[in-house]
């Protein structure tokens, strides 16, 4: 019932921001969370930030607070997650992940997401 499509990964120096986008497709996506998670080669997939599309309530990890943004634009039915103030460690796949019905520690896990994108991978030079 949902599609989604990363775009806006590249290359950009420390210090840099880049814009990620994901459209968002499906009869009933008003209904998820979109959330944005990464995986570095060797690493463990990470969760970054969450968006409830209905009321655009946020969820951020820690990590994120304070140089990640993620928003939606109704109109464009996208979603976005704009990274400022990169750093080397920020490189990864970027993935667009939704998930419906949720309880506490779900919106952490990315084996309870219900549709997932191909990812876009985002490179940070020191």
């Known amino acids: 019932q949902v599609q989604l499509a990363e775009s806006g990964g590249g290359l950009v120096q420390a210090g840099g921001s880049l814009r990620l986008s994901c459209a968002v497709s499906?009869?009933?996506?008003?209904?998820?969370?979109m959330s944005w998670f990464r995986q570095a080669p060797g690493n463990e997939r990470e969760f970054i930030a969450g968006i409830r599309w209905s009321d655009e309530n946020v969820f951020y990890a820690d990590s994120a607070k304070g140089r990640f943004t993620i928003s939606r634009d109704g109109a464009r039915n996208t979603v976005y997650l704009q990274m400022n103030s990169l750093k080397p460690e920020d490189t990864a796949v970027y993935y667009c992940a939704a998930i419906r019905t949720w309880l506490r520690g779900d919106l952490y896990n990315g084996d309870r997401y219900n549709y997932w994108g191909q990812g876009t991978q985002v490179t940070v030079s020191s």
């Open positions: 499906g009869r009933t996506f008003t209904d998820y969370t």
